[in-house]
């Protein structure tokens, strides 16, 4: 879910000097206006909005804080809240082994998901079986069957069986009896049709006894998500909810406001295609990317997860303005490990606001490939010092990279720009540790 209006509308707000109220009444128009694009509920946004203008005009700041400063914490906290608040998912299996059942409408993107979910938890040093339970699709168990062997996990399926019951708990004692710490069970989707779904899910359920049941919902239906997930949550109070697709519809903040409101427990969200876009739901950190705060925490896990060698030092380095060509080559490497750029640059507290119009074009990889070669292609000096890089030594670095000169005064104009942007990004740090913003999980 992507809100590149309410950061536009965000920066705006920072920036300004005029009428306080008429600020607020701008930005809260702006926010009205994105989210109902976002297929959020009317009655819920106008309850959300009338709360942060409340609060915008009758609470005072506490010493040391703007009002401008105060009300994006008020922004903050209460679409925090909107979404589901800061209650923490219980990730960790409460014992071993520990059974997931995943249940999902037709196309919600269950399958990838139940991949998904197991290459997380082999990353979190579980052992993971997966079972293949769908027999309405005829090429369900061929895809789940690539996917383990590209993430390495084991899959269990019985491909011309029909009885989905059997094959499931038969796939349950397959894993268990050689001790495996997570069995997850795929199941075949319902169109539309919740009272068949949750028919099955109960079927199953009383064959394999499953320690948790998983609903995966795709965003694009929106609010519909209201009524799935309020039947999922009353019919089965051990379920929690994965929604799935949120980079690529623009009704994303329905679907997660309309669980939300139901009290069930949203565990992670999809936020793209690859089988590494999963990750646990918080929304204080999902609100802080969407209002470009950024999410340093989220950044450092995900460094962690994926164990390349970008450190919680290297971001600290980016935000006091300690930056150089070795950095930020580092940086270049470990970001194309981590997956698309724009989506880690989005983490970093402030730089959402102000992403370079190359990266949003969708080129961005291909510039990194040409960076890299470029800065290959600079001496030890150049590197520590790319101020000294002038027009002999352009056409030097171009030639030695096998790229245009054009190229490389790109990237200078690149390195500039962040040198300039970490040097502001000090005083977005040091405001966002006032108001405890962004830097909580």
Same mark, same amino acid.
């Given at each position: 879910?992507?809100?590149?209006?309410?950061?536009?509308? $965000?920066?705006?707000? $920072?920036?300004?000097?005029?009428?306080?109220?008429?600020?607020?009444?701008? @930005?809260?128009?702006?926010?009205?206006?994105? #989210?109902?694009?976002?297929?959020?509920?009317?009655?819920?946004?106008?309850?959300?909005?009338?709360?942060?203008?409340?609060?915008?005009?009758?609470?005072?700041?506490?010493?040391?804080?703007?009002?401008?400063?105060? @009300?994006?914490?008020?922004?903050?906290?209460?679409?925090? *809240?909107?979404?589901? %608040?800061?209650?923490?998912?219980?990730?960790?299996? *409460?014992?071993?082994?520990?059974?997931?059942?995943?249940? %999902?409408?037709?196309?919600?993107?269950?399958?990838?998901?139940?991949?998904?979910?197991?290459?997380?938890?082999?990353?979190?040093?579980?052992?993971?079986?997966?079972?293949?339970?769908?027999?309405?699709?005829?090429?369900?168990?061929?895809?789940?069957?690539?996917?383990?062997?590209?993430?390495?996990?084991?899959?269990?399926?019985?491909?011309?069986?029909?009885?989905?019951?059997?094959?499931?708990?038969?796939?349950?004692?397959?894993?268990?009896?050689?001790?495996?710490?997570?069995?997850?069970?795929?199941?075949?989707?319902?169109?539309?049709?919740?009272?068949?779904?949750?028919?099955?899910?109960?079927?199953?359920?009383?064959?394999?006894?499953?320690?948790?049941?998983?609903?995966?919902?795709?965003?694009?239906?929106?609010?519909?998500?209201?009524? $799935?997930?309020?039947?999922?949550?009353?019919?089965?109070?051990?379920?929690?909810?994965?929604?799935?697709?949120?980079?690529?519809?623009?009704?994303?903040?329905?679907?997660?406001?309309?669980?939300?409101?139901? %009290?069930?427990?949203?565990?992670?969200?999809?936020?793209?295609?690859?089988?590494?876009?999963?990750?646990?739901?918080?929304?204080?950190? @999902?609100?802080?990317?969407?209002?470009?705060?950024?999410?340093?925490?989220?950044?450092?896990?995900?460094?962690?997860?994926?164990?390349?060698?970008?450190?919680?030092?290297?971001?600290?380095?980016?935000?006091?303005?300690?930056?150089?060509?070795?950095?930020?080559?580092?940086?270049?490497?470990?970001?194309? *490990?981590?997956?698309?750029?724009?989506?880690? #640059?989005?983490?970093?507290?402030? #730089?959402?606001?102000?992403?370079?119009?190359?990266?949003?074009? %969708? *080129?961005?990889?291909?510039?990194?490939?040409?960076? #890299?070669?470029?800065?290959?292609?600079?001496?030890?000096?150049?590197?520590?010092?790319?101020?000294?890089?002038?027009?002999?030594?352009?056409?030097?670095?171009?030639?030695?990279?096998?790229?245009?000169?054009?190229?490389?005064?790109?990237?200078?104009?690149?390195?500039?720009?962040?040198?300039?942007?970490?040097?502001?990004?000090?005083?977005?740090?040091?405001?966002?540790?006032? $108001?405890?913003?962004?830097?909580?999980?």
């Amino acid at each position: 879910m992507v809100l590149d209006g309410v950061r536009k509308a $965000l920066s705006r707000f $920072l920036s300004g000097k005029g009428d306080y109220e008429r600020a607020v009444k701008e @930005f809260i128009r702006d926010l009205q206006k994105e #989210l109902i694009k976002a297929d959020v509920n009317v009655r819920l946004v106008l309850e959300l909005t009338k709360k942060i203008r409340e609060r915008a005009l009758e609470e005072e700041p506490p010493p040391g804080i703007t009002r401008r400063e105060w @009300f994006i914490n008020i922004v903050y906290e209460e679409l925090s *809240k909107f979404f589901g %608040g800061d209650r923490k998912p219980d990730i960790k299996p *409460k014992k071993k082994p520990w059974v997931m059942l995943l249940v %999902g409408l037709q196309g919600s993107g269950k399958t990838t998901t139940a991949a998904k979910l197991a290459y997380y938890y082999k990353l979190e040093g579980y052992r993971v079986g997966l079972v293949t339970a769908d027999t309405y699709r005829p090429a369900a168990y061929d895809q789940l069957k690539q996917l383990g062997e590209q993430i390495g996990v084991p899959v269990y399926g019985e491909p011309n069986n029909k009885d989905a019951v059997e094959i499931a708990r038969r796939g349950v004692e397959y894993f268990v009896s050689r001790g495996f710490d997570i069995v997850i069970v795929d199941t075949a989707g319902r169109h539309h049709r919740e009272e068949d779904l949750l028919k099955e899910m109960r079927e199953i359920a009383e064959n394999i006894k499953p320690d948790e049941v998983v609903l995966v919902i795709d965003a694009a239906i929106g609010q519909q998500a209201h009524n $799935l997930a309020k039947k999922f949550h009353t019919a089965t109070p051990i379920g929690s909810i994965i929604v799935t697709k949120l980079d690529g519809t623009a009704k994303g903040g329905g679907a997660l406001s309309a669980v939300a409101v139901t %009290g069930a427990t949203i565990k992670f969200i999809g936020t793209g295609e690859k089988i590494d876009e999963l990750e646990v739901f918080r929304p204080p950190r @999902f609100v802080a990317r969407i209002l470009g705060i950024g999410d340093l925490e989220g950044l450092v896990e995900k460094v962690r997860r994926i164990k390349v060698e970008f450190t919680e030092k290297d971001v600290e380095e980016f935000l006091s303005g300690r930056l150089n060509m070795r950095l930020v080559y580092k940086q270049l490497v470990s970001l194309r *490990k981590m997956g698309p750029l724009r989506k880690i #640059l989005q983490m970093i507290p402030g #730089l959402s606001l102000k992403i370079p119009l190359e990266i949003e074009a %969708g *080129k961005a990889e291909e510039k990194i490939k040409k960076w #890299l070669a470029i800065i290959n292609s600079m001496t030890y000096e150049e590197l520590d010092k790319p101020e000294i890089i002038d027009r002999r030594r352009t056409r030097r670095i171009a030639y030695g990279a096998g790229v245009k000169t054009e190229d490389v005064r790109e990237l200078l104009k690149q390195y500039e720009m962040m040198k300039k942007l970490s040097k502001q990004l000090r005083k977005r740090k040091d405001l966002l540790k006032k $108001l405890q913003l962004g830097f909580k999980p």
